[in-house]
């Protein structure tokens, strides 16, 4: 199975695999109607740990990396009387952020 890089394509996706229909949100919990039921149900938790043991490292270490030259640009702002640091840190990070996140 092709991984989304949302948590909700992956439940999609977990969804269509095993015969689950009609997946919706409802305070911040995924239902869906599994196979011949006519109730929803929450789907599984094994199925949330799934995903974030399926999440690319490279995706987790970019994020330590960001939060890493952010608080190294908030130092050197600070040490530098300058909010230039913090400004290329904020740039930098919105374009990997943007880089992460899943198109429309």
Same mark, same amino acid.
């Given at each position: 199975?092709?991984?989304p890089k949302s948590m909700t394509g992956y439940v999609t996706g977990w969804c269509q695999e095993h015969g689950w229909t009609d997946l919706f949100i409802d305070?911040?919990?995924y239902w869906a109607f599994p196979p011949?039921?006519?109730? !929803?149900? !929450?789907i599984p938790p094994n199925v949330f740990q799934d995903f974030q043991?399926?999440? !690319?490292?490279?995706?987790?270490?970019?994020?330590?990396?960001i939060l890493l030259a952010s608080g190294i640009a908030a130092l050197g702002s600070y040490l530098q009387q300058s909010p230039m640091p913090l400004v290329i840190a904020f740039c930098i990070s919105a374009m990997a952020v943007g880089l992460l996140d899943e198109p429309a």
């Open positions: 199975m092709h991984m305070h911040y919990q011949g039921a006519v109730m !929803p149900l !929450p043991s399926d999440t !690319p490292q490279s995706f987790r270490y970019l994020y330590g990396v």
